[in-house]
């Protein structure tokens, strides 16, 4: 059984730095395809980072520059890097991995996504 566990959330001031991680059980996140989404209150869920299974990775526009997605190939965690935090970063982030036997790669649409964790909040006040 998959289960994702994202950590790392909290309440920041703007301008500041959060890494957030998920650790997968039952699933390997290196050579696998991953991403970042996040969803505010009345909003809906966006996909704000991608890691393929080579490596590479996508970000959404609002995300560009100051998020970076990663991985530790000795290691589970995935990871999301923020730095220069807003006040509308302010949500719950959530990690999501494909199939593993079929990746979209790049891909920051909800419905290719098979598994999700339970998100950790991000709140950034001024």
């Known amino acids: 059984q998959v289960q994702l566990v994202e950590s790392g959330g909290g309440s920041v001031q703007s301008g500041g730095s959060l890494r957030l991680s998920c650790a997968a059980t039952g699933y390997t996140v290196s050579g696998n395809c991953m991403g970042w989404f996040r969803q505010a209150p009345g909003k809906e869920r966006e996909g704000v980072a991608a890691?393929?299974?080579?490596?590479?990775?996508s970000y959404a526009t609002s995300a560009k520059d100051r998020f970076t997605v990663s991985l530790d190939n000795s290691k589970n965690p995935l990871y999301l890097q923020i730095s220069s935090l807003k006040l509308e970063d302010t949500a719950m982030y959530y990690c999501?991995?494909?199939?593993?036997?079929?990746?979209?790669?790049?891909?920051?649409?909800?419905?290719?996504?098979?598994?999700w964790g339970q998100g950790t909040q991000i709140t950034v006040s001024s």
């Open positions: 999501a991995a494909q199939r593993a036997d079929r990746c979209v790669s790049l891909s920051r649409l909800a419905s290719v996504y098979h598994y």
């Open positions: 890691i393929d299974r080579r490596g590479s990775t």
